[in-house]
Protein backbone atom coordinates (compact mmCIF):
# COMPACT_ATOMS: atom_id res chain seq x y z
CA UNK A 1 0.00 0.00 0.00
CA UNK A 2 1.15 3.59 -1.19
CA UNK A 3 2.01 5.76 1.61
CA UNK A 4 0.64 8.57 1.89
CA UNK A 5 1.54 12.56 3.66
CA UNK A 6 -1.27 14.13 6.05
CA UNK A 7 -1.99 17.59 4.75
CA UNK A 8 -1.77 20.13 6.61
CA UNK A 9 -5.83 20.39 6.94
CA UNK A 10 -5.33 16.22 7.78
CA UNK A 11 -3.06 16.78 10.65
CA UNK A 12 -4.89 19.53 11.72
CA UNK A 13 -8.36 17.42 12.18
CA UNK A 14 -6.03 14.54 13.64
CA UNK A 15 -5.23 16.80 16.70
CA UNK A 16 -8.61 17.60 17.29
CA UNK A 17 -9.77 14.53 17.17
CA UNK A 18 -7.09 13.62 19.70
CA UNK A 19 -8.48 16.71 21.54
CA UNK A 20 -11.51 15.14 22.06
CA UNK A 21 -10.11 12.00 24.06
CA UNK A 22 -7.93 13.59 25.85
CA UNK A 23 -10.76 15.85 27.87
CA UNK A 24 -12.57 12.29 27.78
CA UNK A 25 -9.46 11.16 30.02
CA UNK A 26 -9.09 14.60 31.82
CA UNK A 27 -12.96 13.88 32.12
CA UNK A 28 -12.54 10.47 33.50
CA UNK A 29 -9.17 11.14 35.92
CA UNK A 30 -10.91 14.48 37.37
CA UNK A 31 -14.36 12.59 38.46
CA UNK A 32 -12.13 9.57 40.56
CA UNK A 33 -8.69 11.19 41.10
CA UNK A 34 -6.89 9.83 39.47
CA UNK A 35 -3.31 11.55 38.34
CA UNK A 36 -1.82 12.35 35.24
CA UNK A 37 0.24 14.14 32.95
CA UNK A 38 1.40 15.16 29.46
CA UNK A 39 4.20 13.64 28.60
CA UNK A 40 7.18 13.67 25.88
CA UNK A 41 6.34 16.44 23.22
CA UNK A 42 3.06 16.66 24.39
CA UNK A 43 4.32 18.48 27.34
CA UNK A 44 6.75 19.90 25.37
CA UNK A 45 4.07 21.63 23.21
CA UNK A 46 2.26 23.28 26.15
CA UNK A 47 5.34 24.83 27.67
CA UNK A 48 6.77 26.23 24.04
CA UNK A 49 3.33 26.75 22.06
CA UNK A 50 0.69 26.65 24.58
CA UNK A 51 -0.78 23.30 22.57
CA UNK A 52 0.39 21.09 20.10
CA UNK A 53 3.52 21.34 17.95
CA UNK A 54 2.21 22.40 14.73
CA UNK A 55 3.92 19.37 13.42
CA UNK A 56 3.15 16.80 15.73
CA UNK A 57 0.73 14.15 15.19
CA UNK A 58 -0.11 12.59 18.62
CA UNK A 59 -0.73 13.26 22.59
CA UNK A 60 1.28 11.11 25.00
CA UNK A 61 -0.24 10.78 28.90
CA UNK A 62 1.60 9.13 31.42
CA UNK A 63 0.58 7.68 34.80
CA UNK A 64 2.17 5.93 37.79
CA UNK A 65 1.29 1.93 37.17
CA UNK A 66 -1.59 1.92 40.24
CA UNK A 67 -2.76 5.13 38.81
CA UNK A 68 -3.29 3.30 35.21
CA UNK A 69 -4.94 0.39 36.74
CA UNK A 70 -7.34 2.74 38.54
CA UNK A 71 -7.98 4.24 35.08
CA UNK A 72 -8.25 1.04 33.36
CA UNK A 73 -10.96 -0.09 35.61
CA UNK A 74 -13.63 3.21 34.78
CA UNK A 75 -12.56 3.42 30.98
CA UNK A 76 -15.41 1.22 30.45
CA UNK A 77 -17.32 5.54 31.50
CA UNK A 78 -15.90 6.68 28.47
CA UNK A 79 -18.53 7.76 25.88
CA UNK A 80 -18.43 5.00 23.41
CA UNK A 81 -18.99 7.42 21.07
CA UNK A 82 -16.48 9.24 21.34
CA UNK A 83 -12.94 6.45 21.94
CA UNK A 84 -12.17 3.23 23.96
CA UNK A 85 -9.47 1.97 25.67
CA UNK A 86 -6.62 -0.67 23.78
CA UNK A 87 -4.53 -2.73 25.64
CA UNK A 88 -3.37 -5.91 25.75
CA UNK A 89 -6.31 -7.00 27.78
CA UNK A 90 -8.92 -5.33 25.89
CA UNK A 91 -7.67 -6.20 22.33
CA UNK A 92 -5.43 -9.86 22.22
CA UNK A 93 -3.98 -8.45 18.87
CA UNK A 94 -2.27 -5.45 20.39
CA UNK A 95 1.34 -5.60 20.62
CA UNK A 96 2.77 -2.72 22.16
CA UNK A 97 3.32 -2.40 26.54
CA UNK A 98 1.15 0.78 27.10
CA UNK A 99 -2.16 1.76 26.11
CA UNK A 100 -4.13 3.70 23.78
CA UNK A 101 -7.42 5.59 23.33
CA UNK A 102 -8.71 5.06 19.67
CA UNK A 103 -10.65 7.79 18.60
CA UNK A 104 -14.39 5.91 17.06
CA UNK A 105 -15.41 6.26 13.75
CA UNK A 106 -11.67 7.14 12.23
CA UNK A 107 -9.34 4.88 10.51
CA UNK A 108 -5.67 5.74 10.69
CA UNK A 109 -2.61 2.65 10.23
CA UNK A 110 1.01 3.67 10.49
CA UNK A 111 3.26 2.84 7.41
CA UNK A 112 4.85 -0.82 8.21
CA UNK A 113 1.51 -2.16 10.64
CA UNK A 114 -1.30 -2.84 7.62
CA UNK A 115 -1.11 -6.56 8.35
CA UNK A 116 -1.32 -6.05 12.14
CA UNK A 117 -4.78 -7.24 13.10
CA UNK A 118 -5.51 -5.25 16.03
CA UNK A 119 -8.16 -2.30 16.46
CA UNK A 120 -7.30 0.89 14.45
CA UNK A 121 -7.95 4.34 14.72
CA UNK A 122 -6.51 7.96 15.35
CA UNK A 123 -5.22 7.70 18.78
CA UNK A 124 -3.45 8.91 22.21
CA UNK A 125 -0.91 7.27 24.03
CA UNK A 126 -1.23 6.19 27.57
CA UNK A 127 1.68 5.39 29.05
CA UNK A 128 2.31 3.73 32.88
CA UNK A 129 5.56 4.05 34.62
CA UNK A 130 6.73 1.10 36.41
CA UNK A 131 9.47 1.68 38.80
CA UNK A 132 13.25 0.42 37.98
CA UNK A 133 15.44 -1.24 40.64
CA UNK A 134 17.01 0.97 43.30
CA UNK A 135 20.25 -1.12 42.20
CA UNK A 136 22.23 0.03 39.46
CA UNK A 137 23.18 -3.88 38.23
CA UNK A 138 19.52 -4.89 38.65
CA UNK A 139 18.69 -1.46 36.52
CA UNK A 140 20.66 -2.61 34.08
CA UNK A 141 19.19 -6.21 34.05
CA UNK A 142 15.79 -4.87 33.76
CA UNK A 143 16.43 -2.78 31.12
CA UNK A 144 17.78 -5.51 28.97
CA UNK A 145 14.84 -7.58 29.53
CA UNK A 146 12.52 -4.99 28.79
CA UNK A 147 14.48 -4.61 25.66
CA UNK A 148 13.94 -8.11 24.46
CA UNK A 149 10.37 -8.21 25.30
CA UNK A 150 10.23 -4.76 23.15
CA UNK A 151 11.64 -6.53 20.64
CA UNK A 152 9.20 -9.70 20.31
CA UNK A 153 6.46 -7.25 20.76
CA UNK A 154 7.70 -5.28 17.79
CA UNK A 155 8.60 -8.73 15.79
CA UNK A 156 5.25 -8.76 13.55
CA UNK A 157 6.05 -4.67 12.29
CA UNK A 158 9.70 -5.96 11.73
CA UNK A 159 9.71 -8.89 9.81
CA UNK A 160 7.37 -7.21 6.87
CA UNK A 161 9.32 -4.07 7.09
CA UNK A 162 13.56 -5.45 7.43
CA UNK A 163 15.84 -7.38 5.21
CA UNK A 164 18.55 -9.71 5.58
CA UNK A 165 19.58 -11.35 9.10
CA UNK A 166 17.10 -8.34 10.78
CA UNK A 167 13.98 -9.68 8.66
CA UNK A 168 14.46 -13.38 9.50
CA UNK A 169 15.30 -12.58 13.10
CA UNK A 170 12.31 -10.92 13.56
CA UNK A 171 10.60 -14.09 11.70
CA UNK A 172 11.55 -15.81 14.19
CA UNK A 173 11.06 -13.94 17.15
CA UNK A 174 6.99 -13.64 15.93
CA UNK A 175 6.90 -17.13 16.59
CA UNK A 176 6.82 -16.43 20.21
CA UNK A 177 3.34 -15.87 21.79
CA UNK A 178 2.31 -12.25 22.65
CA UNK A 179 0.68 -13.55 25.18
CA UNK A 180 4.22 -14.51 27.24
CA UNK A 181 5.42 -11.00 26.54
CA UNK A 182 2.50 -10.09 28.58
CA UNK A 183 2.62 -12.25 31.16
CA UNK A 184 6.47 -11.33 31.61
CA UNK A 185 5.60 -8.04 31.82
CA UNK A 186 3.06 -8.49 33.90
CA UNK A 187 5.32 -9.81 36.10
CA UNK A 188 7.14 -6.51 36.86
CA UNK A 189 4.31 -4.42 37.25
CA UNK A 190 3.60 -6.43 40.77
CA UNK A 191 6.88 -4.64 42.32
CA UNK A 192 5.54 -0.92 41.78
CA UNK A 193 4.21 1.40 44.19
CA UNK A 194 3.57 5.26 44.22
CA UNK A 195 5.10 5.42 47.37
CA UNK A 196 8.41 3.92 46.76
CA UNK A 197 11.59 5.60 46.11
CA UNK A 198 12.49 4.12 42.96
CA UNK A 199 12.66 5.95 39.88
CA UNK A 200 10.13 5.52 37.09
CA UNK A 201 9.96 4.44 33.19
CA UNK A 202 7.88 3.15 30.32
CA UNK A 203 8.93 -0.39 30.62
CA UNK A 204 8.31 -1.35 27.25
CA UNK A 205 9.05 1.80 25.29
CA UNK A 206 12.44 2.84 24.63
CA UNK A 207 14.40 4.56 27.76
CA UNK A 208 12.90 9.06 27.22
CA UNK A 209 16.19 11.41 26.47
CA UNK A 210 17.69 12.46 23.36
CA UNK A 211 21.03 12.53 25.08
CA UNK A 212 20.29 8.90 26.97
CA UNK A 213 23.57 7.29 25.99
CA UNK A 214 25.25 10.73 27.43
CA UNK A 215 23.56 10.04 30.88
CA UNK A 216 25.32 8.98 33.59
CA UNK A 217 24.57 5.49 34.66
CA UNK A 218 22.36 6.41 37.95
CA UNK A 219 20.09 8.46 35.74
CA UNK A 220 20.24 6.45 32.22
CA UNK A 221 17.39 3.95 33.19
CA UNK A 222 14.53 5.62 34.99
CA UNK A 223 13.39 9.60 36.04
CA UNK A 224 12.37 10.83 39.49
CA UNK A 225 9.38 10.03 40.59
CA UNK A 226 9.12 13.55 42.12
CA UNK A 227 8.95 14.80 38.11
CA UNK A 228 5.55 13.10 38.21
CA UNK A 229 3.60 13.50 41.79
CA UNK A 230 4.28 17.11 41.52
CA UNK A 231 1.40 18.29 38.66
CA UNK A 232 0.67 21.97 37.59
CA UNK A 233 -2.71 23.01 34.81
CA UNK A 234 -1.61 24.34 31.56
CA UNK A 235 -3.04 25.61 29.08
CA UNK A 236 -3.13 23.68 25.81
CA UNK A 237 -4.91 24.39 22.73
CA UNK A 238 -7.55 26.45 24.81
CA UNK A 239 -8.05 23.85 27.56
CA UNK A 240 -6.73 23.29 31.10
CA UNK A 241 -4.83 19.84 31.33
CA UNK A 242 -2.21 18.89 34.15
CA UNK A 243 1.59 18.44 33.30
CA UNK A 244 5.09 18.41 35.16
CA UNK A 245 5.37 20.98 37.37
CA UNK A 246 8.66 20.77 37.02
CA UNK A 247 9.04 20.99 33.42
CA UNK A 248 12.18 22.73 32.90
CA UNK A 249 13.84 19.68 34.31
CA UNK A 250 12.14 17.22 32.62
CA UNK A 251 12.52 19.12 29.30
CA UNK A 252 16.06 19.31 29.60
CA UNK A 253 16.10 15.72 30.53
CA UNK A 254 14.71 14.58 27.06
CA UNK A 255 15.95 17.38 24.71
CA UNK A 256 17.95 20.03 26.34
CA UNK A 257 17.59 23.12 24.85
CA UNK A 258 13.78 22.65 24.65
CA UNK A 259 12.55 26.29 23.47
CA UNK A 260 14.58 26.19 20.00
CA UNK A 261 12.50 24.37 17.48
CA UNK A 262 14.56 22.40 15.27
CA UNK A 263 14.91 23.29 11.49
CA UNK A 264 12.31 23.49 9.12
CA UNK A 265 14.33 20.55 7.42
CA UNK A 266 14.58 18.64 10.37
CA UNK A 267 10.86 18.28 11.35
CA UNK A 268 9.15 15.53 11.02
CA UNK A 269 7.23 14.36 8.18
CA UNK A 270 4.15 12.47 8.59
CA UNK A 271 2.67 9.17 6.40
CA UNK A 272 0.15 6.85 7.21
CA UNK A 273 -1.10 4.12 4.79
CA UNK A 274 -4.52 4.53 5.71
CA UNK A 275 -6.34 7.63 6.86
CA UNK A 276 -9.89 8.02 6.99
CA UNK A 277 -11.24 10.90 9.17
CA UNK A 278 -14.45 10.47 8.48
CA UNK A 279 -15.78 12.36 12.19
CA UNK A 280 -16.19 15.79 12.70
CA UNK A 281 -14.01 16.54 15.57
CA UNK A 282 -15.88 17.78 18.65
CA UNK A 283 -12.66 20.16 19.60
CA UNK A 284 -13.10 23.92 18.14
CA UNK A 285 -9.38 25.23 16.27
CA UNK A 286 -9.09 27.85 18.65
CA UNK A 287 -5.78 28.80 16.52
CA UNK A 288 -4.42 28.31 13.22
CA UNK A 289 -1.10 26.75 13.15
CA UNK A 290 1.84 27.72 11.76
CA UNK A 291 5.54 26.75 11.44
CA UNK A 292 7.53 29.06 12.88
Known sequence: M???????????????????????????????????????????GAIRHKGFIPWDDDIDIAMFREDYEKFKKVSSELNPNICFFQDSD??????????????????????????????????????????????????????????????????????????????????????????????????????????SPNRVTCLLFPSLGKFYFKAPLKERYGMPKQWFKEREEYDFEGRKYFGIKDYDAFLKYEYRDYMTPPPKEKRKKHYASIIELNVKPLAQDTKLHEEE
Not at 6 to 15: A, G, H, K, V
Not at 132 to 159: H, N, T
Open 90 to 195: TDKEYRWGYAKLRRVGTNFVRVGQEHLKCKTGVFIDIFPLDDIPLWLPFQMIQDFYCYCLRKIAWSEVGKKNTKGFKKLWFSFLSKIPMSMVVKCQKFLHKKSSNS
Open 2 to 44: QPKELTSQELRQLQLLQIDMVDELDRICRKYNIPYVLYGGTML
